[in-house]
């Protein structure tokens, strides 16, 4: 054991008092959202639906004056001012509830306390107060509605991966939608389509958001799986390639709550100037105020805190070796494990003792299943692999990236799992060893 750099790593992923008071801040501010929904539902259900329009009216986007070519990633916003009053939106683009059958879910956003493994815990965004978010299953065709509710003090959206669907509804901001503010609930109507591994995550705020923690698997179903036929699996397991730095986590988390309530304080004030914090109604105008110099980007300061990400915590499915979950096989059994890469970076997962067959891609069959035990898998892609089960033991499953395999530089840990077969005696029993 090292237990200097242990609890150095202990004290890095704790929270700082000033982003605990931020949480403080955060509950204040929830009951005032509270307040103002709960005088909302008082008012019945047609008020409410009265109130919709208000927020749909910020969704009618006139590209009518603006040279496209020059649109980038850049801020733009329709109408500020009606986002920042909480309530429902509902984008045009899908059938309406009275048209389709909705198979509807209810998701929110809100900072929880995640422990990664024994001794490591840090806060992160989590859908549902999950790490990763849940995991959806449904059927291909199904018509999806998904009551997307932000409980924090920053701005979200959530993309579907991999789904055809109306662009209303991709969850882009600032490109298909407004973000989605404070107690806000975005509603997201699709047809679950094509079928696959796919999967969802925050598309504001990318780098940080996306992979501390918001992302969850996809699964569209088909109602007959043609892949049984050659591969009769049984258990079915989605495994979450993940990647964190949680210090760049806890310095940004941080800082983002001082500006949101900097934000608030300026807006409960009505002062709230949508040009300082970096909303442009259109590039013309953001263009302006940079030639101008009323406005200074950030990426003309030199914000310390810029995007110097140095993972040092790898992951499968929210955990760290040893605390990743076990994949359970018996012998004669067909398994499926779908891989799905929500870390930004490059893995190659290596199954120990057996082959197994590569048969699908972002979600689609492969013409031709590949013979593999190390498949590369690129960021945002999903891999699925089927294994059969002839050869009892433990057995190990990583990423060959070794420098993948550690918890803060220390090896063993990270992206590693065992798949452990369910119906043998074992003649040796592993013991736990986090320090090699
Ligand atoms: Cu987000």
Redesign the pocket.
């Known amino acids: 054991m090292k237990p200097t750099k242990t609890d150095t790593a202990n004290e890095e992923v704790s929270l700082t008092d000033e982003h605990l008071s931020g949480a403080d801040s955060r509950v204040e501010n929830n009951s005032r959202r509270n307040f103002m929904r709960g005088a909302l539902a008082a008012t019945g259900g047609a008020a409410a639906a009265a109130a919709a329009p208000i927020v749909a009216k910020a969704q009618e986007v006139s590209h009518a004056g603006h040279d496209m070519s020059q649109y980038n990633t850049m801020m733009f916003m329709q109408d500020h001012s009606s986002h920042m009053m909480g309530g429902a939106i509902e984008p045009p683009g899908s059938p309406s509830d009275s048209e389709v059958n909705y198979k509807e879910f209810d998701i929110d956003?809100r900072f929880v306390e995640h422990e990664f493994l024994p001794g490591i815990k840090a806060h992160m965004?989590a859908f549902n107060g999950q790490v990763p978010g849940p995991e959806f299953h449904v059927n291909e065709g199904d018509w999806v509605k998904v009551n997307f509710t932000n409980n924090t003090e920053?701005?979200?959206?959530i993309h579907w991966h991999g789904i055809v669907l109306p662009y209303t509804m991709d969850g882009v901001p600032m490109v298909t939608q407004d973000p989605v503010h404070p107690g806000q609930t975005f509603v997201y109507r699709f047809q679950a389509k094509p079928s696959g591994t796919r999967w969802y995550h925050?598309h504001?705020?990318t780098p940080l958001?996306?992979t501390h923690a918001?992302h969850g698997a996809f699964i569209v179903h088909r109602k007959k799986e043609p892949l049984k036929k050659r591969f009769p699996y049984t258990r079915d397991y989605t495994l979450m390639l993940e990647a964190w730095d949680l210090d760049f986590s806890r310095e940004e988390f941080t800082e983002i709550m001082r500006g949101m309530k900097e934000v608030n304080t300026l807006m409960a004030k009505g002062k709230l100037d949508y040009k300082t914090h970096g909303f442009f109604k259109n590039y013309t105008e953001f263009k302006e105020a940079v030639d101008s110099g009323e406005y200074v980007a950030p990426y003309l300061q030199s914000r310390s805190n810029g995007l110097h990400i140095n993972h040092n915590f790898f992951g499968i499915n929210g955990k760290c070796y040893p605390a990743t979950k076990r994949i359970a096989i018996k012998k004669g059994e067909w398994i499926r494990i779908r891989l799905i890469n929500a870390s930004g970076l490059t893995h190659h997962m290596h199954l120990h003792g057996h082959d197994f067959w590569w048969v699908a891609q972002d979600g689609n069959d492969l013409a031709d299943p590949r013979h593999l035990n190390t498949i590369h898998v690129e960021p945002g892609g999903t891999y699925d692999i089927m294994v059969y089960g002839d050869n009892p033991g433990f057995w190990t499953f990583h990423d060959h990236k070794t420098t993948h395999a550690t918890n803060n530089g220390i090896y063993p840990g990270g992206m590693l799992t065992v798949m452990e077969y369910e119906d043998f005696e074992p003649t040796y029993i592993p013991s736990v060893s986090v320090d090699q």
Request: proline content about 0%; glycine content about 8%; aromatic content about 8%.
């Open positions: 956003i965004l920053e701005m979200h959206t925050c504001w705020g958001h996306a918001m």
